[in-house]
């Protein structure tokens, strides 16, 4: 069965450090990949997305994720973390077969201590 | 521009009563609608999706029901909330591959 898998539960960072969140996936072919953050209370936002070509895309906030196939993985980073990046993140999964549903994972918290 | 409200925003229900949440959509017509639920340290988990008015499509065998009476409303329901209902409730709709827009989400505890 398909599933995304972030093995991070908690990451905490000093602000100004560089984050990478990680994301693995198994699927037969080639996913939809997204990022999502959620701010506590809140609804979530999406981050960026990759349906195909460059595999490194950029997105808002100063975030951006790379596709490595080989590795099954879509891991977020950003060079720089702000206290204000502090939240939850979840990497999500469309297939190709069925674009109706995406498949998340269990989410990364992210503390950013000053 | 396309918007989704989902109300009320909290929720404090008593063990037994019902259950109704209400998620609309602007901006867009024949969206596709879901209703997620994220419990603590479990990520979201998809109850229901709707493709049109009438279609639903349950996720997950539980307590809960949703209905699509109108193209840009989808209705989440419980006739007896259990305490294993409580959570944090999520709708979202998604329009081709951009993937999903959520709504703000409604925390619901059932005492």
């Known amino acids: 069965a398909q599933s995304v898998t972030q093995p991070d539960i908690h990451i905490t960072v000093s602000e100004g450090a560089s984050l990478e969140l990680r994301c693995n996936y198994s699927?037969?072919?080639?996913?939809?990949l997204f990022w999502y953050v959620q701010s506590p209370g809140q609804g979530l936002q999406l981050l960026l997305k990759y349906f195909s070509g460059d595999t490194l895309v950029q997105g808002i906030k100063g975030f951006e994720a790379e596709f490595k196939r080989s590795q099954s993985s879509f891991n977020l980073r950003k060079p720089s973390v702000h206290w204000s990046d502090a939240a939850e993140y979840f990497c999500?999964?469309?297939?190709?077969?069925?674009?109706?549903?995406?498949?998340f994972g269990t989410g990364t918290r992210l503390q950013v201590f000053p | 521009s396309q918007t989704i409200h989902q109300w009320p925003a909290t929720l404090v229900q008593p063990v037994g009563s019902p259950l109704s949440l209400e998620c609309t959509v602007e901006g867009t017509s024949n969206p596709n609608l879901y209703w997620y639920r994220q419990a603590a340290g479990r990520g979201l988990q998809l109850l229901f999706y709707s493709v049109g008015i009438g279609q639903i499509s349950s996720e997950v065998p539980q307590n809960l029901s949703a209905s699509r009476p109108q193209d840009r409303q989808f209705i989440l329901s419980s006739k007896k909330l259990l305490l294993s209902d409580s959570g944090f409730y999520l709708c979202?709709?998604?329009?081709?591959?951009?993937?999903?827009?959520f709504g703000s989400g409604t925390r619901l505890t059932v005492v």
């Open positions: 699927y037969g072919a080639t996913p939809y």
């Open positions: 999500a999964v469309g297939l190709s077969y069925n674009t109706d549903k995406l498949i």
């Open positions: 979202a709709w998604m329009e081709g591959l951009n993937g999903y827009t």
